[in-house]
């Protein structure tokens, strides 16, 4: 079993990975699509699951996280738009990654730590809550396909 943490800090790893093969990658289509399938079923497991928790400790936070994954999808869009222009592909994903980055950590220098001294042991459940959605949101994105 892992904590809700752990297991979304795997996700911004991914994500941190995924954006960075998109730089060099010869076919963008597919990889773009990972890219938004990752960035997305992230964005609505925080949403639907870690922030309720996380807004009792500091709700502004959260409100500034909220319009952090608003300007991330809408830098997304821009992105999946610019797909064929490869200089403002370019432009597009630095932005992107540069916003991305710079959400994720901030989640986890100032929101992780004090949720895993908060939460302690109700992370596992939350862990594996998270677990069960992904499941179900990846059905979701494979039916879409
Ligand atoms: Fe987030
Ligand atoms: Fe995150």
Same mark, same amino acid.
């Given at each position: 079993?892992?904590? *809700?943490?752990?297991?979304? !800090?795997?996700?911004?790893?991914?994500?941190?990975?995924?954006?960075?093969?998109?730089?060099? *990658?010869?076919?963008? @289509?597919?990889?773009?699509?990972?890219?938004?399938?990752?960035?997305?079923?992230?964005? !609505?497991?925080? @949403? /639907?699951?870690?922030?309720? *928790?996380?807004?009792? %400790?500091?709700? #502004?936070?959260?409100?500034? *996280?909220?319009? /952090?994954?608003?300007? %991330?999808?809408?830098?997304?869009?821009?992105?999946?738009? /610019?797909?064929?222009?490869?200089?403002?592909?370019? !432009?597009?994903?630095?932005?992107?990654?540069?916003?991305?980055?710079?959400?994720?950590?901030?989640? @986890?220098?100032?929101?992780?730590? !004090?949720?895993?001294?908060?939460?302690? @042991?109700?992370?596992?459940?939350?862990?594996?809550?998270?677990?069960?959605?992904?499941?179900?949101?990846?059905?979701?994105?494979?039916? #879409?396909?």
């Amino acid at each position: 079993m892992m904590k *809700a943490t752990e297991l979304l !800090q795997e996700d911004h790893e991914k994500m941190r990975n995924l954006l960075e093969r998109l730089r060099s *990658a010869r076919d963008k @289509e597919e990889l773009l699509l990972k890219v938004e399938k990752e960035i997305r079923i992230h964005a !609505q497991l925080e @949403e /639907a699951l870690f922030y309720p *928790a996380v807004r009792d %400790v500091d709700g #502004a936070w959260v409100d500034s *996280a909220l319009d /952090a994954h608003q300007q %991330v999808d809408e830098l997304l869009e821009d992105l999946i738009d /610019a797909v064929e222009e490869e200089e403002e592909f370019e !432009q597009k994903l630095n932005e992107l990654e540069e916003h991305l980055n710079a959400h994720i950590d901030d989640e @986890e220098v100032r929101i992780f730590p !004090q949720m895993e001294e908060r939460l302690e @042991e109700q992370l596992n459940e939350l862990g594996s809550q998270i677990g069960q959605m992904r499941s179900d949101l990846e059905e979701e994105w494979r039916e #879409a396909a």
